[in-house]
């Protein structure tokens, strides 16, 4: 069956450390999404593809990277960690189309800065 | 910019009670509206949507109508049971985004037995 996996799936990293949170799927979707989850605030966006070579800003990018190299993985990177980034980061992927509305998500990368 | 406003949780009924859970939306526009479930330890999935005015969205005994005049899509749901118990969350789509959801801030649902 196809599926999204995210990787690590728990982490502890220092202030200052590089962090990498790998995705991957396996459904060929062109579009790929990093949201974070907060209490209080829902999902909100960092950073989106909509296909190779494609990245775009998200409403909360500040901090994060990602690269689209092919179209299983999107890596999202926090350069220099802070505080303010522990949360819970979910990877999603759709098929395209627009409005068609249904991502689907991995099973989370709970990350704590130190 | 397109928002989304949830009913502030959580929301603790008993087992067999009449569930809904409120949703407004701001958006410019005619957007696809949906809502997604999280089941603790998981990660989000589509329980229904509705992609024009009128339209209403329904699974798993749940229901929701996409009402253009007051800019709501409440969850209704007319006997819960325990294992309703989750996190909703309601979302908006830009017909031109591409799948990029705005979501609300999500409602913690416990159903007692």
């Known amino acids: 069956d196809a599926e999204i996996t995210q990787s690590p799936r728990h982490k502890i990293t220092e202030t200052g450390r590089q962090v990498t949170l790998a995705c991957h799927q396996t459904?060929?979707?062109?579009?790929m999404f990093w949201y974070r989850q907060d209490l209080g605030h829902g999902l909100r966006l960092i950073h989106y593809?909509?296909?190779?070579?494609?990245?775009n800003k998200g409403e909360v990018s500040d901090g994060y990277s990602v690269s689209r190299s092919n179209t299983e993985d999107l890596p999202l990177t926090l350069e220099s960690a802070a505080s303010s980034q522990t949360s819970v980061y979910f990877c999603?992927?759709?098929?395209?189309?627009?409005?068609?509305?249904?991502?689907?998500f991995g099973e989370g990368s709970r990350l704590t800065v130190l | 910019g397109n928002s989304v406003t949830q009913m502030e949780g959580p929301v603790t009924l008993s087992e067999e009670a009449f569930l809904t859970i409120n949703c407004t939306y701001t958006?410019?526009?005619?957007?696809?509206l949906f809502w997604y479930v999280q089941y603790p330890g998981e990660g989000l999935q589509l329980l229904l949507k509705?992609?024009?005015?009128?339209d209403k969205g329904s699974n798993k005994g749940f229901e929701a109508t996409y009402r253009k005049e007051t800019t709501s899509f409440h969850l209704e749901k007319g006997s819960v049971q325990v294992s309703d118990s989750a996190v909703y969350f309601c979302?908006?789509?830009?017909?031109?985004?591409?799948?990029?959801?705005?979501f609300g801030q999500g409602t913690r649902l416990t159903i007692n037995p």
């Open positions: 979302a908006l789509s830009d017909r031109g985004g591409a799948q990029k959801l705005v």
């Open positions: 459904w060929n979707h062109n579009n």
């Open positions: 593809s909509y296909g190779v070579h494609d990245t």
């Open positions: 958006a410019t526009g005619y957007p696809s």
């Open positions: 509705a992609t024009k005015a009128d």
């Open positions: 999603a992927s759709a098929s395209g189309g627009a409005g068609s509305g249904e991502l689907f």
